[in-house]
């Protein structure tokens, strides 16, 4: 900004940037002045603050997918200013899957290692039964990889699933998979943005150590009411908004549910009197979102999110003998917005979030029952201040009440002969305060920094850190950015599992004075590059992170009903470091992204507590280790009503532990010869590698009224028999019928699976 400029007097303009459509917010919109050289991004409620000096300018506000607009001002006066974006008339021209912010303003920001996901357009892309999943969406950028064919889970650069902090509209969802991790819980048709964090992690976030997913949802229409939904393969949605009170306030209502139960009961019905007829289980599940928005007065706003969701999954035999097994999450958050200048305004939450799971059995006159639970009351307070062109403030606190119910176990029977219980439960505090600061050193040089102080407490065992941020970007030229970055983050909740995958029945743990907090390091730097008159976005990031205090468990370890659970921990450190390289497109009738990442993970865990560690305490690969990883997304608009989808997935092979040999061990007493497997070292072998094509194709209909399409995919299209687990199978002699070998075997979960998706809006 020329220098002569500061002397004026200065104003500032804030307001939303929305969708003309259904008036929802766009968070990464720009809002721009040519003339000055300058402009600002809408933050994550769509919400922007722009300073000028007094004068006349032509304001350029614009965001992917929508129409440009300008508009003449007269600068004179600091005022509220809102824009409403009609949508772009040839909208899958414009179709992105990255839709918060232009790839220039990626150039320009400080911060690095995220990524942005709009839900809209992550729609258009193949889904596994159809079904739109936000978090396997993300599996296909660098740096993040998924638990196991089909499965929502993210493993982020290095990091384990329990590492990842899931954030719904500032309140954290403990479990965000159903289906024992094929789906997230997070529905399309009620989020409205997702960002996440990979590195560089801003200082209002805390409390795990890999990755942040910051997940936003919608806030209705406030000036019409609107019905929208899908019928799928496997399940239905439906969502409904609207205005409470025009132009002031608004809600929206968004449920989901599958129907495999309403097949299974009735195949069970018809076969129940069917001689050694095995019924099938019965499972499905179900999810609803609600928030209702609503302006007070200029100043102040109240915004209120509601989540409940649930897995059912049960079984009865004919013998007597009934299955169920139930678990979900619940989250609730009250938020008010208070702006007391256009320069300083305030965000306040309450939350209260849980997970819980329950399995129930009956055998005739006897029950059996085990639970776990954790229940969270937040709150969480964050204040930003504009306090000139070349500084922005964020500081805030938050404080959590944990309550950990680790296991509870009952046996009764009908007739009261037996009636036993046991529960283990914990309690813990968490706080933290933070501050940073975004400033603008020169034209050039931009430097975002802060300091997180956190604190836990479990009974009489505390625990405080300090965990400074850092991240710089240095404009070499108008079209290349250097970048580099600093997070350290401590975890203070564990997520105890015997498991490499994420199972509903794991347990979340707190930290106490046998179970320390876990601790990460990470730097990173990278370069970013626009090319061909800005259409392109090239990036490359080298990281290297290193963590301590990592958590595992002894061999044997008793999980469940364990008044002693600290003695089955075992600790550790880490390291992963890597390359992720990334093109983008975003704008034209082809879009999309390639991606490619080179990375290694490592874990040590000595000998400690009458153990020898695990792997004899030298360092191995785990199980998400991969060593390349190669992502392909295309969108193509073939025209105004065909949008052409496909995405190839290319990852080394999974490491794995095999026997390597065998040794007989004769029975003494008897002629019987049983071979024991001898294995070598934690994953030492690598499965075959994954590698995958899906391809989708949206047709958009003709209703009379609304809108309509068809969605089609086709997962696997080229049937590829992809790895899930390897075991070994016995040889026999055709003859003596004795076991002369053993031949291993892959099994492969998903072949080529087509799917068909009824979306409607009116």
């Given at each position: 900004m020329?220098?002569g400029?500061?002397?004026?007097?200065?104003y500032?303009?804030t307001?939303?940037?929305?969708?003309?459509?259904?008036?929802?917010?766009?968070?990464?919109?720009?809002?721009?002045?040519?003339?000055?050289?300058?402009?600002v991004?809408?933050?994550?409620?769509?919400?922007?603050?722009?300073?000028?000096?007094?004068?006349?300018?032509q304001?350029?506000?614009?965001?992917?997918?929508?129409?440009?607009?300008t508009?003449?001002?007269?600068?004179?006066?600091?005022?509220?200013?809102?824009?409403?974006?009609?949508?772009?008339s040839?909208?899958?021209g414009?179709?992105?899957i990255?839709?918060t912010?232009?790839?220039?303003?990626?150039?320009?920001?400080?911060?690095?290692?995220?990524?942005h996901?709009?839900?809209?357009?992550?729609?258009?892309?193949?889904?596994?039964?159809?079904?739109?999943?936000?978090?396997?969406?993300?599996?296909?950028?660098p740096?993040?990889?998924?638990?196991?064919?089909?499965?929502?889970?993210?493993?982020?650069?290095?990091?384990?699933?329990?590492?990842?902090?899931?954030l719904?509209?500032?309140a954290?969802?403990y479990?965000?998979s159903?289906?024992?991790?094929?789906?997230?819980v997070?529905?399309a048709?009620?989020?409205?943005?997702?960002?996440?964090?990979?590195?560089?992690?801003?200082?209002?976030?805390?409390?795990?150590?890999?990755?942040?997913?910051d997940?936003?949802?919608?806030?209705?229409?406030?000036?019409?009411?609107?019905?929208?939904?899908?019928?799928g393969l496997?399940?239905?949605?439906?969502?409904?908004?609207?205005?409470?009170?025009?132009?002031?306030?608004?809600?929206?209502?968004?449920?989901?549910?599958?129907?495999?139960?309403?097949?299974?009961?009735?195949?069970?019905?018809?076969?129940?009197?069917?001689?050694?007829?095995?019924?099938?289980p019965?499972?499905?599940?179900?999810?609803?979102?609600?928030k209702?928005?609503?302006?007070?007065?200029?100043?102040?706003?109240?915004?209120?999110?509601?989540?409940?969701?649930?897995?059912?999954?049960g079984?009865?035999?004919?013998?007597?003998?009934?299955?169920d097994?139930?678990?979900?999450?619940t989250?609730?958050?009250?938020?008010?917005?208070?702006?007391?200048?256009?320069?300083?305004?305030?965000?306040?939450?309450?939350?209260?979030?849980?997970?819980?799971?329950?399995?129930?059995?009956?055998?005739?006159?006897?029950?059996?029952?085990l639970?776990?639970?954790?229940?969270?009351?937040?709150?969480?307070?964050?204040?930003?201040?504009?306090?000139?062109?070349?500084?922005?403030?964020?500081?805030?606190?938050?404080?959590?009440?944990?309550?950990f119910?680790?296991?509870r176990?009952s046996?009764?029977?009908?007739?009261?002969?037996?009636n036993?219980?046991?529960?283990?439960?914990?309690?813990?505090?968490?706080?933290?305060?933070?501050g940073?600061?975004?400033?603008?050193?020169?034209?050039?040089?931009?430097?975002?920094?802060?300091?997180?102080?956190?604190?836990?407490?479990?009974?009489?065992?505390?625990?405080?850190?300090?965990?400074?941020r850092?991240?710089?970007?240095?404009?070499?030229?108008?079209?290349?950015?250097?970048?580099?970055?600093?997070?350290?983050?401590?975890?203070?909740?564990?997520?105890?599992?015997?498991?490499?995958a994420?199972?509903?029945?794991?347990?979340?743990?707190?930290?106490?004075?046998?179970?320390k907090?876990?601790?990460?390091?990470?730097?990173a730097a990278?370069?970013?590059f626009?090319?061909?008159?800005?259409?392109?976005?090239?990036?490359n990031?080298?990281?290297y992170?290193?963590?301590?205090?990592?958590?595992?468990?002894?061999?044997g370890?008793?999980?469940?009903?364990?008044?002693?659970?600290?003695?089955?921990?075992?600790?550790?450190?880490?390291?992963?470091?890597?390359n992720e390289?990334?093109?983008?497109?975003?704008?034209?009738?082809?879009?999309?992204?390639?991606?490619?990442?080179?990375?290694?993970?490592?874990?040590?865990?000595?000998?400690?507590?009458g153990?020898?560690?695990?792997?004899?305490?030298?360092?191995?690969?785990?199980?998400?280790?991969?060593?390349?990883?190669?992502?392909?997304?295309v969108?193509?608009?073939?025209?105004?009503?065909i949008?052409?989808?496909?995405?190839?997935?290319?990852?080394?092979?999974?490491?794995?532990?095999?026997?390597?040999?065998?040794?007989?061990?004769?029975?003494?007493?008897?002629?019987?010869?049983t071979?024991?497997p001898?294995y070598?070292?934690?994953?030492?072998?690598?499965?075959?590698?994954?590698?995958?094509?899906?391809?989708?194709?949206?047709?958009?209909l003709?209703?009379k009224?609304g809108?309509?399409?068809?969605?089609?995919?086709?997962?696997?299209?080229?049937?590829?028999?992809n790895?899930?687990?390897i075991?070994?199978?016995?040889?026999?002699?055709?003859?003596?019928?004795?076991?002369?070998?053993f031949?291993?075997r892959?099994?492969?979960?998903?072949?080529v699976?087509?799917?068909?998706?009824y979306?409607?809006?009116?």
């Amino acid at each position: 900004m020329p220098l002569g400029l500061h002397a004026q007097q200065r104003y500032t303009l804030t307001g939303y940037v929305r969708s003309g459509a259904d008036r929802s917010v766009l968070p990464g919109a720009s809002v721009a002045v040519p003339s000055l050289g300058t402009g600002v991004t809408a933050d994550a409620e769509g919400f922007y603050t722009l300073t000028l000096p007094e004068g006349r300018y032509q304001l350029v506000i614009s965001f992917i997918g929508y129409q440009t607009q300008t508009r003449d001002l007269n600068v004179n006066r600091s005022a509220r200013l809102s824009f409403s974006l009609p949508e772009a008339s040839n909208q899958l021209g414009e179709v992105v899957i990255e839709g918060t912010g232009t790839l220039e303003q990626k150039l320009q920001t400080t911060q690095m290692s995220v990524e942005h996901l709009n839900a809209r357009d992550a729609k258009l892309l193949p889904a596994l039964f159809g079904e739109v999943d936000l978090l396997k969406t993300l599996q296909l950028k660098p740096g993040v990889q998924n638990g196991g064919e089909g499965t929502s889970g993210l493993f982020v650069r290095g990091g384990s699933a329990d590492q990842n902090l899931f954030l719904l509209d500032d309140a954290v969802v403990y479990n965000p998979s159903h289906l024992f991790g094929l789906f997230s819980v997070f529905n399309a048709d009620a989020v409205q943005s997702v960002d996440l964090y990979k590195g560089g992690f801003p200082a209002q976030y805390g409390g795990r150590l890999s990755s942040v997913v910051d997940v936003k949802t919608r806030e209705g229409n406030p000036e019409k009411y609107s019905v929208s939904g899908g019928l799928g393969l496997i399940s239905s949605r439906l969502t409904v908004e609207g205005p409470i009170v025009k132009d002031k306030g608004a809600f929206s209502l968004s449920g989901r549910r599958t129907y495999f139960d309403v097949f299974t009961r009735q195949i069970n019905k018809l076969n129940k009197n069917k001689e050694d007829y095995s019924p099938i289980p019965d499972y499905y599940f179900y999810d609803f979102n609600a928030k209702a928005n609503y302006k007070l007065g200029e100043k102040d706003q109240i915004f209120l999110t509601g989540y409940y969701g649930r897995d059912v999954f049960g079984f009865n035999s004919t013998g007597g003998f009934n299955f169920d097994f139930t678990w979900g999450n619940t989250v609730g958050v009250a938020r008010w917005n208070h702006v007391f200048t256009p320069k300083l305004f305030l965000n306040t939450s309450f939350s209260r979030t849980s997970y819980q799971y329950q399995i129930a059995n009956r055998l005739d006159q006897f029950g059996f029952s085990l639970s776990s639970e954790i229940q969270d009351y937040a709150v969480r307070s964050d204040l930003d201040y504009i306090a000139n062109d070349r500084h922005t403030l964020k500081l805030g606190l938050s404080a959590t009440a944990h309550r950990f119910n680790v296991g509870r176990l009952s046996a009764s029977s009908t007739d009261g002969s037996l009636n036993i219980g046991s529960e283990t439960g914990y309690r813990g505090q968490e706080a933290s305060v933070y501050g940073s600061d975004n400033f603008k050193a020169s034209d050039k040089l931009q430097l975002d920094y802060g300091l997180r102080l956190t604190g836990f407490q479990s009974g009489t065992d505390r625990f405080a850190a300090l965990e400074p941020r850092g991240a710089a970007r240095y404009s070499l030229t108008p079209k290349t950015s250097l970048k580099a970055s600093y997070a350290m983050m401590y975890q203070y909740v564990h997520l105890v599992s015997n498991s490499g995958a994420s199972l509903p029945t794991d347990i979340w743990y707190p930290s106490r004075l046998n179970v320390k907090p876990q601790r990460s390091q990470q730097v990173a730097a990278g370069v970013s590059f626009l090319l061909g008159q800005g259409k392109y976005l090239l990036t490359n990031e080298v990281y290297y992170k290193w963590a301590q205090n990592q958590v595992d468990f002894r061999d044997g370890a008793q999980l469940f009903a364990n008044e002693d659970l600290d003695a089955e921990f075992l600790f550790g450190k880490g390291w992963a470091y890597g390359n992720e390289l990334y093109l983008e497109k975003k704008t034209g009738r082809t879009t999309g992204w390639v991606g490619y990442s080179l990375a290694w993970t490592k874990r040590q865990f000595p000998a400690q507590r009458g153990t020898s560690g695990i792997n004899n305490g030298k360092v191995f690969y785990p199980t998400y280790d991969r060593r390349h990883n190669l992502t392909v997304v295309v969108l193509h608009q073939l025209n105004e009503r065909i949008n052409l989808t496909g995405s190839f997935v290319f990852t080394s092979g999974a490491p794995t532990t095999l026997p390597q040999g065998r040794f007989l061990l004769q029975d003494i007493f008897g002629d019987d010869v049983t071979a024991v497997p001898i294995y070598p070292d934690r994953n030492t072998y690598r499965m075959a590698p994954y590698n995958r094509l899906d391809l989708g194709m949206v047709y958009k209909l003709r209703p009379k009224r609304g809108e309509s399409d068809l969605t089609f995919s086709v997962y696997n299209a080229y049937n590829r028999r992809n790895p899930y687990f390897i075991y070994f199978e016995q040889v026999r002699n055709k003859e003596t019928g004795d076991v002369t070998n053993f031949r291993a075997r892959q099994v492969s979960l998903f072949p080529v699976i087509p799917s068909v998706t009824y979306n409607f809006k009116f």
